[in-house]
């Protein structure tokens, strides 16, 4: 059983920058995509970004391109979203999911896997 935990949440001035961990364990596979997804109050879970483990491939929402990266860490099994130029608009917790799917993963109905959720706070 795969287990996500995120970290690195917290309260940052517009403009500001954070940076999100997520440390798996319990069966992670070469083959599987990690993601960001984030839920403001009374919106949708929504995609923000992935990355395979085994190759790095990424892919982003239009929304994050150029201020948002999402990396990872083989040995130490975590995931990482630099988040660069926040907006107040982007407070929201923010989740780590898992998914041993490929393709196209931008729904949350395709990750099986979640975390808890860490809160992001942009203040203006």
């Known amino acids: 059983q795969v287990q996500l935990v995120e970290s690195g949440g917290g309260l940052v001035q517009a403009g500001g920058s954070l940076r999100l961990s997520c440390a798996a364990s319990g069966g992670t596979f070469s083959g599987d995509v990690m993601a960001w997804f984030r839920q403001a109050p009374g919106k949708e879970r929504e995609f923000v970004a992935h990355?395979?483990?085994?190759?790095?491939?990424?892919d982003y929402a239009d929304s994050v391109k150029g201020r948002f990266t999402i990396s990872r860490d083989n040995a130490k099994n975590t995931v990482y979203l630099q988040m660069n130029s926040l907006k107040p608009e982007e407070t929201a917790v923010y989740y780590c999911a898992a998914t041993p799917h490929s393709g196209v993963l931008t729904t949350t109905h395709l990750y099986p896997y979640w975390g808890q959720g860490t809160q992001v706070t942009v203040s203006s």
């Open positions: 990355i395979t483990w085994s190759d790095g491939n990424t």
